[in-house]
């Protein structure tokens, strides 16, 4: 779902990032996603500790 949203964004703001990133928008494209990709790890994990905790905490 992520992946549609920012090759979108990318499109409608293409000219604008290019002008301040001079890198090719493929790349930027595969940025935000491997970020985002990271992230939803990195929150899997926590969230995961949290529930953890949350299901030693009663017994």
């Not at 293409?14 to 790890?41: A, S």
């Not at 953890?52 to 017994?59: E, G, K, Q, R, S």
Request: proline share 2%.
């Amino acid at each position: 779902m992520f992946l549609i949203g920012s090759l979108s964004g990318i499109a409608v703001l293409g000219d604008v990032i290019r002008e301040y990133l001079p890198v090719n928008l493929i790349l930027t494209f595969g940025f935000i996603n491997v970020g985002i990709m990271l992230l939803k790890i990195y929150f899997q994990k926590k969230f995961e500790e949290k529930s953890l905790y949350a299901d030693n905490h009663y017994d």
